[in-house]
C-alpha cells in the first residue's frame, strides 16, 4: 500500500500540492491506474505550462507505457485542445496535466475516456484512488511506446469551424491570458481573424507572476478592465490557467457572468438549429431560459458541475451547455466545454447585432446579482432546513441545495463538495431589493 493523500482525489479531477502531495511517484502509479481501470490501448496526453508539469508529465507516462499503453505526447496544449484531440483522433483515454486555475504549487489530472467523456468521482477517480492504494496494477506484456503529436492546427480549424469567419468585424479585443495556455491557443486563432488582438501575460509562466489564472475573482481582472478602457477596446476576455474557461468583459469594463455569456451563445446557436435544448445550471440567471425560450429553444435546467451537464446533454442531444462559473460546453465538441468556441461565437453575436456589447445585454438582462458568497456552516444539512423553513410562501426546489422563489426575487443555497460551506446566490429586480434580500438571507445563514 503506498501512502497517498486521499484528498487529491476530486470530485472531477485529480489536484494537490507538489511535491507533497503529488510527485513523480504517485503520478506514475496513477498512470498505471489509469490502464488498469480503463484497459486502454492508447492514452492522449497534454501539458500545461506549469513548472512540475516536465515531472509530473514524464512520470505518468512512464506508469502508462510501463501499463503496456502506448502514448500519444501532445506536448503544451489547452484542456479542451486534450478534449478535442481525443474525441478527434478517436483515442481510448486522454490524461491533461494541470490544476487549472490554482497557484502556482500545485499540479493535477483531468482524465477522459473515448469521446472525450470525463472521469469523474462515481466514473472512474474513485476506482483509480484504489488501484493506487493497493498497487493491483495490470501486468503488460510489452512495454508501450511513445508519439509525439502537435494538434493545434487541427484544433483551431475546430474552433473556427463553430463560426462564419466573414462574418466578425474588426474589433479591437483585449485578451488577458494569465500566463495560461490561452497565451499560446489565442495568437494562432486570431491569425485567421480580422480583429486586432491586445495581449495580456500571453507568456507562458507556471508562476503566474502578475495574477492568478483565475478569472472568476474580481481582483483577477482588474488589470482587463484597466486595459478595456484604456484602449477603448470593444470588448475583453480572460481565461483560466489551462484555458477551458472564458469571461467576457463590455466595452465600459463590466465583466459579464458567464450565465450572460450562456444566454449570448444561445442565442446565436439556436438561430442555426432552431427547437435545439439547451442547458443552464441552477445559478444562472432567470435572462437565460428566458432568451432560449425567444429563441425557439428548449431549456433545461441542471445541478452546477460538468458531470451532470454533460450527462443530461447526451440525454437531451443539446447543441449547447453553460454555467456561471464560465464553463461553456458544445455538442460538436464531444460535449466538451471550450472557453475559445464561446468567445468566438459571442464575436459572431456582437458582429451580427452590430451595437456595443453593454446594449446587448442591457436588452435581454433587468435582473440583478450578488455573485456567490461563501458562509462557513458547522452543519450543513440543518442550516438547510432552517433557510427553508422561514421561506413557507417560497416556491422551492431541491434540485442542488435549496432554490426558493419568492417571485420578484429568488435565491439558491447549496452546500460545497469539499468543504463546510454554503454557497448562496441571490437575484432580483433591483439594487435595493438584491441589498435587502441577501442580508436577509445571510442572517439566517451566518445566524
Known amino acids: 500500500m503506498i501512502a497517498v493523500d486521499p484528498k487529491i482525489f476530486k470530485a472531477y479531477d485529480i489536484r494537490g500540492t507538489v511535491p507533497d502531495q503529488l510527485n513523480e511517484e504517485i503520478a506514475y502509479k496513477i498512470g498505471r491506474a489509469i490502464v488498469t481501470f480503463l484497459k486502454c490501448s492508447h492514452v492522449a496526453v497534454g501539458k500545461d505550462m506549469r513548472s512540475s508539469t516536465p515531472s509530473i508529465s514524464k512520470a505518468l507516462i512512464d506508469g502508462i507505457t510501463d501499463s503496456g499503453a502506448d502514448v500519444v505526447d501532445l506536448g503544451l496544449v489547452s484542456t479542451d485542445g486534450l478534449y478535442f484531440a481525443v474525441g478527434k483522433f478517436k483515442y481510448p483515454a486522454g490524461v491533461m496535466v494541470t490544476a487549472s486555475h490554482n497557484p502556482p504549487e500545485y499540479n493535477g489530472l483531468k482524465i477522459c475516456r473515448e469521446n472525450a467523456v470525463p472521469l469523474s468521482g462515481d466514473t472512474g477517480i474513485k476506482d483509480i484512488r484504489r488501484i493506487v492504494e493497493t498497487g493491483e496494477f495490470i501486468s503488460a506484456a510489452r512495454k508501450g511506446s511513445i508519439t509525439e503529436k502537435d494538434i493545434n492546427e487541427d484544433y483551431v480549424k475546430h474552433v473556427l469551424s463553430f463560426i462564419d469567419i466573414d462574418k466578425i468585424k474588426p474589433f479591437n479585443l483585449v485578451i488577458d491570458a494569465g500566463n495560461g495556455m490561452a497565451g499560446m491557443l489565442a495568437p494562432k486563432v486570431f491569425k485567421e481573424l480580422p480583429c486586432k488582438v491586445t495581449p495580456l501575460y500571453f507568456e507562458l509562466d507556471g508562476s503566474f507572476p502578475n495574477h492568478p489564472a483565475s478569472p472568476i475573482e474580481p481582483e483577477n481582472v482588474e488589470d482587463l478592465r484597466a486595459k478595456v478602457k484604456e484602449t477603448g477596446a470593444d470588448l475583453g476576455a480572460a481565461f483560466d490557467g489551462d484555458a477551458d474557461r472564458m469571461f467576457l468583459c463590455d466595452e465600459k469594463s463590466v465583466m459579464l457572468g458567464g450565465d450572460m455569456v450562456t444566454a449570448l451563445v444561445a442565442r446565436n446557436l439556436l438561430t442555426k438549429e432552431k427547437g435545439a435544448s439547451v442547458l443552464y445550471n441552477l445559478i444562472c440567471s432567470r435572462t437565460v431560459p428566458k432568451v432560449i425560450e425567444e429563441g425557439g429553444g428548449t431549456p433545461v435546467r441542471t445541478r452546477v458541475g460538468h458531470a451532470f451537464i454533460k450527462a443530461l446533454m447526451k440525454e437531451h442531444n443539446a447543441v449547447f451547455g453553460g454555467e456561471h462559473s464560465g464553463h461553456f460546453y458544445f455538442r460538436d465538441?464531444?460535449?466538451?466545454?471550450?472557453?475559445?468556441?464561446?468567445?468566438?461565437?459571442?464575436?459572431?453575436?456582437?458582429?451580427?447585432?452590430?451595437?456595443?456589447?453593454?446594449?446587448?445585454?442591457?436588452?435581454?438582462?433587468?435582473?440583478?446579482?450578488?455573485?456567490?458568497?461563501?458562509?462557513?456552516?458547522?452543519?450543513?444539512?440543518?442550516?438547510?432546513?432552517?433557510?427553508?423553513?422561514?421561506?413557507?410562501?417560497?416556491?422551492?426546489?431541491?434540485?442542488?441545495?435549496?432554490?426558493?422563489?419568492?417571485?420578484?426575487?429568488?435565491?439558491?443555497?447549496?452546500?460545497?463538495?469539499?468543504?463546510?460551506?454554503?454557497?448562496?446566490?441571490?437575484?432580483?429586480?433591483?439594487?435595493?431589493?438584491?441589498?435587502?434580500?441577501?442580508?436577509?438571507v445571510l442572517k439566517i445563514i451566518r445566524g
Open 333 to 440: 465538441n464531444w460535449f466538451a466545454d471550450s472557453g475559445m468556441i464561446a468567445l468566438l461565437v459571442c464575436l459572431e453575436v456582437i458582429s451580427m447585432e452590430n451595437k456595443p456589447l453593454s446594449e446587448i445585454i442591457s436588452s435581454i438582462d433587468p435582473y440583478v446579482r450578488s455573485g456567490e458568497i461563501n458562509s462557513r456552516v458547522e452543519d450543513t444539512e440543518a442550516k438547510l432546513k432552517e433557510i427553508e423553513d422561514a421561506f413557507p410562501d417560497g416556491q422551492i426546489d431541491h434540485l442542488d441545495g435549496i432554490t426558493v422563489d419568492l417571485g420578484d426575487w429568488w435565491f439558491n443555497v447549496r452546500p460545497s463538495n469539499t468543504e463546510p460551506l454554503l454557497r448562496l446566490n441571490v437575484e432580483a429586480s433591483n439594487p435595493q431589493q438584491l441589498k435587502e434580500s441577501t442580508e436577509r
